[in-house]
């Protein structure tokens, strides 16, 4: 099936990055509708992509659409579908970018609609590196699965995985970057008043990043052996308390998530 059009419940964040990176390597279906409670977020939106369709709190374009994105938090997501449900057509995609509501509950809410992805977005699909776990309803054959991957490649990496693994690829790869960057932010602004410019320490960073991940990660080394490996480590005395953050924050959030 060719996906042609695209709609969306919701014009925050996660549609943006999507809509993003399809623009940047000019796969932009040529109808994009976008609703949205909020005329200002659609408004917005309009300003970074003006050949989409907006609909201020009206659901009703997105009735025409091959694949239906929902891009809502799971608190509202529930009431949403059950607004939208006798709008989508049988054939259609509705593709779920939240965690905690499961293929089941969709599918009830939506009367029974075989034809659902939940994937978790990871922001780096802004610039087309993203990753991008998949789960799929039993409606969806195994030739239009790898079609779906194919499509959704324009984003990043899009594994297929057992959809109870998808709460905690949510905390580790959707929410891992923000563990990150604003680390690497204070080490530009530290760079820079040290000397550095902007623009070598964005490469330096950049390549320091990628290559720890790489010694960690391909070498040959144990975690221990390649945390041994810098004789000087200035963050030492904090290491335990920041392991004891990750421990705390990110196992209790999972909870909620699965709960």
């Known amino acids: 099936m060719q996906y042609t059009s ?3 419940i919701g014009g925050g964040r996660i549609t943006r990055i999507i809509l993003s990176a399809f623009k940047r390597t000019g796969n932009l279906p040529g109808k994009v509708v976008v609703s949205d ?6 408004a917005d939106l309009k300003k970074y992509f003006p050949s989409i369709e907006v609909a201020v709190d009206d659901n009703r374009k997105l009735s025409v659409c091959d694949m239906v994105f929902v891009s809502l938090h799971p608190p509202v997501l529930m009431g949403a579908l059950g607004q939208v449900k006798s709008l989508i057509k049988p054939d259609s995609v509705v593709v779920s970018l939240a965690p905690k ?3 089941t509950r969709l599918s009830a809410t939506l009367d029974r609609h075989a034809r659902i992805v939940r994937m978790i977005p990871n922001a780096p699909s802004i610039v087309n590196r993203g990753y991008n776990p998949l789960a799929f309803s039993r409606g969806i054959p195994a030739d239009e699965k790898a079609a779906i991957i194919k499509l959704f490649e324009i984003l990043g990496e899009c594994p297929e995985v057992p959809e109870k693994d998808l ?3 949510a905390i580790i790869a959707a929410m891992g970057p923000t563990y990150f960057w604003f680390q690497w932010q204070t080490l530009v602004e530290l760079g820079k ?3 550095l410019t902007e623009a070598s320490l964005r490469v330096g960073i950049a390549k320091m990043a990628s ?3 790489d010694t ?7 975690p221990e052996e390649v945390m041994d490996l810098v004789p000087v480590r200035p963050l030492a005395d904090d290491e335990e308390a920041i392991r004891n953050m990750y421990r705390t924050r990110l196992s209790a ?4 998530l699965k709960g």
């Open 6 to 8: 695209f709609g969306f």
């Open 37 to 42: 409670t909020n005329a200002h977020a659609l």
């Open 101 to 103: 509501i499961n293929l």
């Open 167 to 169: 709460e905690a690829y």
């Open 193 to 195: 008043s040290f000397g």
């Open 211 to 213: 290559g720890a991940i």
């Open 216 to 222: 960690l990660f391909g070498s040959s080394l144990s």
């Open 253 to 256: 959030l999972f909870e909620r």
